[in-house]
């Protein structure tokens, strides 16, 4: 539907957004490690050992012991760093190259880690629920990239972004636009789509969740749908006893850069 390419979204708590950049360094690592073949075999071992396989996890079905790596459980979220392909890969992580610095700084880094993961695992939850007797793996950051998405749509829906309308048409556009559009398109996708090999529903789980989280997960003082950040009292305080002693203030510095 649209491709994101640049929003301009100033950070406002952080320095440096890490988590989203060593989120996205592990997952081209781990690409990488898994899907160039080195070893013959090895990409697929690794998908139904790592992957969240619903009817393994739901105890309608069982893996052979040589394949169990991991308690069934942890494949809640080790799916999320697991990708079929390049483009699979890749635009997961230009949504998250994009949005995923706003939503760190909205919630800092520790917490951020967490909601990306718990969005993750909400994902995988989501597709089992829908189809609680598959059998096969659900690999992919997607469930996670959604929490994100919804997160960020609560947070900054009037922030103009550049997006790519059908892969091919360059637009600037109020967030809320292009998300809500996405948003639905998930949605509607698990009505109209309901056998295709993308998980829609893993997505919805993962937007929903990502948009309950951070209601409580964001710092004390952020505010949602854009709305202005109230000057801390401390700032206003020195700012007026600036104004009031002129000879306290700072000097001005020389020529405007």
């Known amino acids: 539907m649209f491709i994101p390419l640049h929003d ?27 899907n160039l073949d080195f070893v013959p075999g090895f990409h697929n071992a690794a998908v139904f050992s790592l992957g969240y396989i619903p009817a393994v996890v739901n105890d309608f079905a069982e893996l052979p012991p040589e394949a169990v790596l991991i308690p069934e459980e942890l494949s809640l979220v ?20 994009v949005f995923g610095d706003n939503v760190e700084d909205a919630l800092g880094h520790f917490r951020f880690l967490a909601f990306y993961l718990l969005c993750a695992a909400a994902g995988a939850l989501a597709h089992g629920l829908l189809l609680p007797t598959s059998e096969a793996p659900l690999i992919g950051a997607s469930g996670a990239i959604s929490g994100v998405i919804g997160a960020y749509l609560l947070l900054h829906p009037k922030v103009l972004i550049w997006v790519l309308a059908f892969g091919r048409i360059p637009l600037r556009l109020p967030a809320f636009i292009p998300l809500v559009l996405w948003v639905g398109y998930q949605m509607a996708a698990i009505v109209l789509y309901p056998d295709d090999e993308i998980s829609w529903a893993a997505h919805v789980g993962g937007v929903l969740t990502g948009m309950a989280l951070v209601l409580v997960m964001r710092r004390r003082g952020v505010p949602l749908f854009d709305r202005r950040i109230v000057t801390p009292r401390a700032v206003t305080v020195g700012t007026t006893a600036a104004r009031e002693n002129p000879r306290s203030a700072p000097p001005r510095p020389w020529g405007r850069g």
């Open 8 to 34: 301009a979204n100033q950070l406002k708590h952080i320095k440096l957004q890490y988590v989203t950049l060593a989120l996205i360094a592990v997952n081209v690592l781990v690409y990488l490690a898994f």
């Open 78 to 97: 080790s799916h999320a760093f697991l990708h079929s392909g390049f483009m699979h890969l890749g635009t997961n992580m230009l949504f998250l190259w």
